[in-house]
């Protein structure tokens, strides 16, 4: 500590530079190895949506055969017609996906010269505090894009490809169209799952407690299903709670991560 409290504001800002130096490499060499692997993992991942043989789809029909709650158009096959109508989308889009599969992979190592450069200047308490929260947030920030790719993109797409307003409309979607919800809701759902290290770092600031989640549990209720009927806009319950459930058990994680008022506990969790 005392070391790096000798070091100059030069010297910092070295420290950060050579920082971001690290991390743009990283992103560079990801970047250059995810060009290479785009075009299998366009076929077999960001598509695998399109087709009903998708693991989402199947273990829908299998729950179909055993229960009349799933929505009839789940069961009925499925599959996507993904069209190009500009001379460049192809190529732009290569690039795209190898920028996002990059920042992908070299997340964690961001956080870790993150990490890095901040760590010297706190005391050992901050230190393991400040590196469960880098830690957390990292896994539930993959979680998030996880459950968006599994669950949430896959719904949307299957109900609004579908959904007709009149039959003599046939339906084809635009590349353009088809990725920028793919990234859209993948990283959405990304950064909400950011929610419970957000309450829990305002209530270590001594802003946010329990009770805040107890009182305001109901209008959370309302708001996250509304939320999900933007998200997924079906009429059916089924799809509603397949996006809304792991959005509400983010609010629940939340409110058991965030510390009680003194003046209800007599001590903070």
Known sequence: MSEQMEMTFWDHLEALRWMILRCLIALAVFL????????????????APCHDDFFLYRAISS????????PEFLGQ????????????SQLFMHFTLSFWLAFLCAF???VYEVWKFICPALYSNEKRGVRMAFLFGTVMF?????VGYAVVFPMTLRFLYT??????ISNQLALDSYMSNFLMLIFMMGIMFELPLVSMLLSRMGILYRSFF???????IVALLTLSAVITPSTDPFTLMVVFIPIYVLWELSAFLVRKKRVESGMAR
Do not use: E
């Open 77 to 88: 096959p499925f599959r996507v017609d993904v069209i190009n109508i500009k001379l460049s």
């Open 163 to 168: 959904y007709q307003l009149s039959p003599d």
């Open 108 to 110: 964690p190592y961001i």
């Open 32 to 47: 250059v190895l995810g060009f290479a692997f785009i075009p299998w993992l366009f076929d077999h991942v960001v598509m």
């Open 63 to 70: 729950l179909a055969s055993h229960t009349s709650v799933v």
């Open 142 to 146: 993959f979680i998030g894009c996880a």
């Open 214 to 220: 107890t009182k305001y549990r109901r209008h959370a």
